[in-house]
């Protein structure tokens, strides 16, 4: 299996193994399913977080700070209330104990999707993403077995619904049938199998990107890495002191 290391940016990057067999487009469907996915997760780690802590979300049309509403101080509130400072959330939490399983689902899926696989060279699959996120779905149904109102940004998120529009996660998703994949600032035919591009070896390794339609080339990958970059500054700079000094370069 060829193993792709999709790299849109330093922290928008994973592994995902192949086959050079297979069309560009086919294996731009995978890489587009797998970048949503932990685009997902990192929604949900984000939103599941302050519903462990806050509770389902209020209304769109009643969202506000609970101290600053009208009768607030008479209203009863449950057990284990926590006021949302944002005014976003009913501040009616789950057990606190009940909580620690979904913080936990919520990491184990970070960890599940993280850039730093890549360090551990650890391909992702669409599989394990996909069951990251049915064991938040489980957790969310333990602490909150009424459901979430439909509102709730968490169970949106869960069923594949969110608005992302105006918010800080819109645009980042790629459309898995229309995304263009590139190889060395080269845009891949979609009919075409990869091995038109990276030959026939499936031993191979390469750094691939994708973006949406009709946006162009990607920015090219760095001569060197940042580690290496800066390094190379560091030299420099020790090169041009001792020049001014009068003393040997080192």
Request: aromatic share 6%.
């Amino acid at each position: 299996m060829v193993l792709l290391h999709f790299k849109n940016s330093e922290t928008d990057q994973f592994l995902f193994e192949t086959s050079v067999a297979l069309p560009a487009r086919d294996v731009s469907r995978d890489l587009a399913d797998v970048h949503n996915l932990r685009h997902r997760i990192t929604r949900l780690k984000l939103e599941g977080g302050e519903l462990a802590k806050y509770g389902p979300a209020k209304a769109p049309d009643r969202q506000g700070i609970d101290k600053f509403e009208e009768g607030h101080e008479a209203r009863e509130r449950g057990p284990h209330y926590c006021m949302d400072p944002t005014g976003r959330r009913s501040g009616e939490a789950c057990d606190p104990e009940v909580a620690q399983k979904l913080l936990k689902e919520l990491d184990d899926a970070e960890a599940a999707a993280s850039k730093d696989r890549v360090l551990r060279k650890e391909p992702l699959t669409k599989a394990a993403l996909l069951a990251a996120i049915d064991n938040i779905r489980g957790a969310v149904m333990i602490c909150y077995p009424m459901g979430l109102p439909e509102w709730d940004f968490v169970r949106q998120c869960l069923e594949g619904r969110e608005d992302l529009s105006g918010s800080d996660f819109g645009g980042k998703d790629l459309d898995p049938e229309t995304c263009q994949l590139w190889f060395a600032s080269r845009a891949l035919a979609a009919d075409r199998p990869l091995s038109d591009a990276l030959g026939r070896n499936e031993r191979t390794r390469a750094v691939v990107k994708a973006t949406k339609k009709g946006a162009g080339a990607p920015a090219r990958e760095p001569a060197v890495d940042a580690d290496t970059q800066k390094a190379m500054l560091a030299w420099y700079y020790k090169k041009q002191e001792q020049q001014k000094a009068g003393g040997p370069a080192g």
